[in-house]
């Protein structure tokens, strides 16, 4: 199956299924290889596979918006992994799309080793950067919590324009989608073929 078909967020995990920093860095040489605006590649990579950091970050990270009365993944469902993406002002003041980019190729690399994340942009900048002792020139701007998934992610149509994803009684989470058709803009004097 090809990779993006297999990439959804995810955000429940086996956490005992580990990582290695060599797997990690697979999914870091994917996003270096990616392309990058105006190719300046102004973005840093904080990876971390260790079950004690990782208790440490996770209190600081939002998990789902949608899903007011989940506070995220209980222990044992947690991640086993995070690559953190850090923007170096040194090199650039702007990252342009550069983030959305390399952080899609970390996932689609993550995917092809057998494993699932979820970007978060959603965390506290402040506590991230104290824990991570960044200098000033370095400035989180997205996590990517990765594991090996626990949960069935499936793609349904957007039904009456409500694109907030849920979960059933049976725990599936539902992640509704535009179909197709609603994508594609014809201007209303071109005849549709």
Known sequence: MIPFRQNRSYRRFFQNENISEEQLMMMVDAARLSPSSRNV??????????????DRIFPNLGWAGYLKEWDGPVEGERPSAYIILLHDTSISQGYSCDNGIFAQSILLQAVDLGFGGCMIATFKKDEITQLLRLPKYLTP?????????????????????????????????HVPKRTLDELIYIPEDEPAQ
């Open 141 to 173: 701007i997205m996590v990517i919590a990765l594991g090996k998934p626990k949960e069935v992610v499936v793609i349904d149509d957007i039904k009456m324009g409500d694109v907030k994803y849920w979960r059933d009684a049976g725990n599936i989470h």
């Open 41 to 54: 590649q102004p973005i840093k990579f904080y990876i971390c596979n260790d079950r004690d950091m990782n």
